[in-house]
């Protein structure tokens, strides 16, 4: 059975661009849920999504938003990026309440 | 505020020792605790999963312990072995819609 995938595994963008993420979760998985890792810590919770709603968002700035499609998988956009926005972007789904998933991450670069 | 700290940060013993990863946590009504490893550059491994009515979870070589009046929790590894170096992450869920990570403990487990 796939786990989850994220696509890209890696980009390197310039600041002020936009960069699209994506992720499908587990097959029959209906929650999605993204995080950000930036070196030398943990990650931090970006969004969650469940049936295709937001359920939570974390401390972002607007810059930064997600959808869930129909088959459960979903995107991340960040737009405007800052060289602080460099960092691991992992998504986990999940089947129960906890019991997370994660995926092998994006790695975005900002120059 | 609900947060979570690992002890120690960074952690280097010669192959075969027995080790102990601490894991603390405020505000003891959680839903479920995980531990997970990284790989440098990777994603994130489930190793165990505990739910707030047990006290501890086996895999292998790996014992994790719960004490929620305490709010603390213990990942041991039994007779380490190089290819256990890697980043270990503790996560808590207080069900509701994110994990909230440690810091991390960084293992290096030399021959």
């Known amino acids: 059975d796939a786990g989850v995938t994220q696509s890209p595994t890696h980009l390197i963008k310039t600041r002020g661009q936009q960069v699209t993420l994506r992720c499908s979760p587990i097959?029959?998985?209906?929650?999605v849920s993204w995080y950000q890792q930036v070196l030398g810590q943990g990650p931090q919770f970006i969004f969650q999504?469940?049936?295709?709603?937001?359920?939570g968002r974390g401390n972002f700035p607007d810059r930064f938003s997600a959808r869930q499609f129909p088959n459960y998988s979903s995107e991340l956009n960040v737009n405007a990026l800052l060289l602080g926005d460099s960092a691991l972007y992992l998504c986990?789904?999940?089947?129960?309440?906890?019991?997370?998933?994660f995926g092998s991450g994006t790695r975005l670069t900002v120059v | 505020k609900q947060e979570v700290t690992q002890i120690p940060a960074a952690l280097s013993v010669p192959e075969g020792e027995n080790l102990v990863l601490n894991c603390s946590f405020t505000?003891?009504?959680?839903?479920?605790l995980q531990w997970f490893r990284q790989d440098p550059g990777k994603g994130l491994t489930s190793l165990l999963l505990i739910q707030s009515s047990q006290r501890e979870q086996t895999s292998g070589r790996l014992n994790a312990s719960l004490d929620k009046s305490s709010g603390r929790s213990t990942l041991y590894i039994a007779a380490s072995q190089p290819g256990d170096s890697a980043t270990y992450l503790c996560?808590?869920?207080?069900?509701?819609?994110?994990?909230?990570f440690g810091a991390g403990t960084r293992l290096a487990v030399h021959p």
């Open positions: 999504y469940y049936e295709k709603e937001e359920r």
């Open positions: 097959s029959g998985h209906k929650s």
């Open positions: 996560a808590v869920f207080w069900g509701y819609n994110k994990l909230i």
């Open positions: 505000d003891s009504a959680i839903y479920n």
């Open positions: 986990a789904s999940s089947l129960s309440p906890g019991g997370y998933t």
